[in-house]
């Protein structure tokens, strides 16, 4: 596949099978991700919306 910045090779040099995915920590994770899920795999601290 070709088209505006294609990166094939780096797909082919990581072992990227499929879209989304992800790299936290060195670590491929595959699929869609929860905003609670990554915010336990990269630290981020999610702030409480405060509902007036």
């Known amino acids: ?3 505006i910045a294609c990166q094939n090779q780096l797909c082919i040099d990581k072992k990227i099978k499929g879209f989304p995915t992800w790299e936290i920590n060195r670590k491929l994770i595959l699929g869609e991700l929860l ?3 990554f915010s336990k795999l990269t ?3 999610i702030k409480e919306q ?3």
Do not use: A, H, N, S
């Open 1 to 3: 596949m070709e088209g």
């Open 35 to 37: 905003l609670k899920k």
């Open 43 to 45: 630290g981020f601290i």
């Open 50 to 52: 405060v509902r007036t």
